[in-house]
Nanobody, 128 residues
């Protein structure tokens, strides 16, 4: 059974860095997109970034471009979200999610697709 297991997150000061991990397992197709979402009180769920596990294409929300990097390690089936220059508005619960049957990502529209598999979420707090 396909599943996603997250790790990372925590408390960091503004301007600091964190790395989130999302280990995938049980996917029998290479055509998988892993998306990162965050949810904070009063803001709802926001798509942050997505990566195609087939061709490593990535997309980012304008709010995180240049600060966040979405990457993967094929050997360990792990997707990483490296977050640098963190701001208080980046705080929230971060989720990774997987979407099967998509070969590449071209724009943030992929974040509106019906992701079927979700990680357990991890808290990111940005505060002095």
């Amino acid at each position: 059974q396909a599943q996603l297991v997250q790790s990372g997150g925590g408390l960091v000061q503004p301007g600091g860095s964190l790395r989130l991990s999302c280990k995938t397992a049980g996917f029998t197709t290479p055509y998988v997109v892993v998306g990162w979402y965050r949810q904070s009180p009063g803001k709802g769920r926001e798509g942050v970034s997505a990566i195609s596990l087939n061709d490593d294409t990535t997309v980012y929300a304008d709010s995180v471009k240049g600060r966040f990097t979405n990457s993967r390690d094929g050997a360990t089936n792990t997707v990483y979200l490296q977050m640098n220059g963190l701001k208080p508005e980046d705080a929230g619960v971060y989720y990774c999610a997987a979407l099967k049957g998509v070969t590449t990502v071209q724009d943030m529209g992929v974040m509106r697709a019906p992701y079927n598999y979700w990680g357990q979420g991890t808290q990111v707090t940005v505060s002095a």
